[in-house]
């Protein structure tokens, strides 16, 4: 809980304001029996009703005055703790968005989706509760039992002897329910992990008929959890009763003696009827203690999986300029020997980590993914990688965007250690198309201006290279047009180019193009190439491709097999030379001449 400071101090002024309100309500709140108190023993004996009117009166503007001082508390106390939490999320969506693809993998999505929803409101709930109920239950029960020793100290001794009891048993199972709240969050994290699978990949459940399957999988995730807060719950939830039936028979034997007591003429009956109310007010207390500890219980696992995220060390540091590795070889990007495995100890969901790669490496602990790469590109030049599936073809541009760093070897871009450049300028000079790219459920246009300066000029170019500009404008409102999510009211063949509209938009200085044209047609696929050689020919070039054709034309072709190269060279030499290349080429493209 002491990550939550930071965010806390900055309204230090108004929860302290907050709670005098709450303090000054709970204290007058106490008033209210006691005035009874007079107004039963002393007032109404005089029989004088202009004095039980005053007196009446007194304890009208006493409730009135507690509900507006509590009112005006809470709404003090939503609005820190509304303020907090927006900027926790705002730090924990910063913070996600520059994770690097070992955090991604050592978080997960579904876990980071948990504590962007459900940690973020535990958190909340708990800020907001500790400045109402944390201060006017123990103020109720502190200073019922302090009025009450005032007013009859035989009686208020049931009340001493309760307390201490009552308070060590909700602090006793506050302690034991924390665990038991982290298992719960981990149980909501795998609900998030296949609510977020299926959600995905709804079509291929429905078109596979596999609705009672994933039914079936989220029932056991569902019900592991219901278990897991069940059990949570039910130990928490246990002071509940205890408290009560405690409290119920601290009642009882006041009623008992103080019956006793008035029949001796040793205390009058508004005694007993404050004390009554005294009771009521002080099992609130101990029942709101209760609440706030539960909600520490939540609040603080919550608390420690957003601060972990938040506060998690820089995994891949800039370093300065003097520290990067140097290198003498020609040549825009240098991979210069570069060896890299994934840790795949872990069940990744990172969206950066290589979707074919992570099948091949489950269940092993660490295994080379790739293996003394080594390959330059000239400024403007172009490369094609092709291989099997599996083979590591994503994990180089992983590495050449650095969202890892090699294990062994140094990827250089314009002679210098990509690990010296700035983050910022560096993506810049990148127009990239991942595997399985997203639409966002924007217009077209924000989709492929993306922020960025982009004109409308550059726009409409971009959709043109794409190929793009010819289904654009049928729809009445253009690059106006809304995408939904993931682009689902598009073709396969539509989403990729318009993902690849954008990455041409902001003439980028090296293009990459992941598998982008999987679902083009050969004739859209060729155009495309063209308008890229026209209109982009400045740009560092690197195709990522299953299809010979759309890599064939290319200046050099490396061929990956188990994150080795096997083969590089252009098309002809590949032909000659690589056995696995030729066989691709002719099962694609039929026999060699």
């Keep these: 809980m002491k990550h939550l400071w930071s965010y806390i101090k900055k309204y230090a002024f108004i929860i302290l304001g907050g709670m005098l309100i709450k303090l000054m309500g709970s204290a007058l709140e106490l008033l209210i029996p006691y005035v009874l108190e007079h107004l039963i023993d002393n007032i109404v004996p005089q029989e004088r009703l202009s004095l039980v009117c005053l007196w009446g009166g007194i304890m009208l503007a006493l ?24 900027e926790i999320r705002r730090d924990l969506f910063h913070t996600a968005l520059n994770l690097t693809g070992n955090q991604m993998d050592q978080i997960t999505l579904p876990s980071l989706i948990s504590r962007m929803t459900s940690d973020t409101y535990n958190v909340q709930s708990f ?18 039992i302090v009025v009450t020793l005032s007013m009859d100290r035989g009686l208020a001794l049931i009340l001493c002897i309760m307390a201490p009891i009552l308070i060590t048993l909700v602090v006793f199972v506050s302690m034991r329910g924390i665990p038991l709240y982290e298992k719960v969050q981990q149980c909501m994290d795998q609900i998030v992990r296949i609510m977020r699978e299926n959600i995905s990949g709804i079509r291929v459940v429905k078109a596979l008929s596999k609705e009672p399957f994933e039914i079936r999988r989220f029932s056991e995730a569902n019900n592991e959890t219901a ?23 601290g009642l009882t034997l006041v009623v008992i003696f103080g019956a006793q007591r008035v029949n001796a003429g040793v205390t009058k009956p508004g005694v007993i009827l404050a004390f009554l109310t005294y009771f009521n007010m002080i099992m609130m207390g101990v029942m709101g203690l209760n609440r706030v500890f539960m909600m520490l219980s939540k609040a603080n696992t919550s608390a420690n999986r957003i601060a972990s995220v938040i506060h998690m060390p820089e995994d891949l540091p800039q370093l300065k300029p003097e520290a ?43 295994q080379v993914c790739l293996s003394d790469i080594d390959f330059t590109i000239p400024k403007g030049g172009s490369l094609g990688i092709i291989g099997a599936t599996g083979s590591g073809k994503t994990t180089i541009i992983n590495l050449l965007m650095r969202f890892y760093d090699p294990e062994k070897g140094h990827v250089f871009i314009n ?27 924007e217009s077209i246009r924000e989709n492929i201006v993306f922020g960025r300066n982009v ?5 409409t170019a971009a959709l043109e290279d794409a190929r793009a500009a010819d289904f654009v404008m049928q729809y009445e409102d253009g690059p106006d047009h809304l995408s939904a999510i993931h682009g689902s009211n598009f073709s396969g063949g539509q989403r990729q180019r318009l993902l690849i509209a954008r990455a041409l938009a902001a003439k980028p200085e090296i293009l990459i193009l992941d598998d982008a044209s999987s679902a083009l047609d050969y004739r859209t696929d060729a155009s495309l190439r063209q308008a890229i050689r026209e209109h982009h020919g400045d740009a560092t070039l690197i195709v990522i491709a299953q299809r010979v054709s759309s890599i064939m034309n290319l200046d050099e072709i490396i061929v990956i097999d188990e994150g080795q190269m096997i083969g590089r060279g252009t098309h002809e030499t590949l032909l000659r030379t690589c056995p696995a290349y030729r066989e691709i080429h002719e099962t694609q493209m039929g026999e060699v001449d």
């Design 455 to 459: 004109d409308d000029a550059g726009l």
């Design 415 to 441: 002679g210098q250690d990509v690990r010296t450049m700035d983050k910022d300028e560096f993506h810049r000079m990148f127009g990239v198309v991942f595997q399985n790219d997203a639409l966002f459920a």
């Design 63 to 86: 409730a009135v005055t507690v509900r507006l001082l509590n009112v005006t508390a809470n709404r003090l106390s939503v609005r820190t703790a509304k303020r907090s939490i927006y």
């Design 227 to 249: 278990k897991r807060d069940i059990l949570a719950s039910v130990i928490m939830a246990m002071p509940g009763p205890l408290v009560t039936l405690f409290l119920n028979m």
């Design 324 to 366: 990067g590795a140097r290198t003498d070889r020609e040549g825009f990007i240098v991979f210069d020997h570069v060896t890299f495995s994934y840790d795949s100890g872990r069940q990744s969901s990172s969206p950066f980590t290589d979707s074919e790669n992570s099948a091949r490496f489950a269940g092993s602990s660490r």
């Design 127 to 144: 800020i907001q509760s500790v400045q109402t109920v944390g201060i006017r239950a123990p103020i109720l029960l502190i200073g019922g």
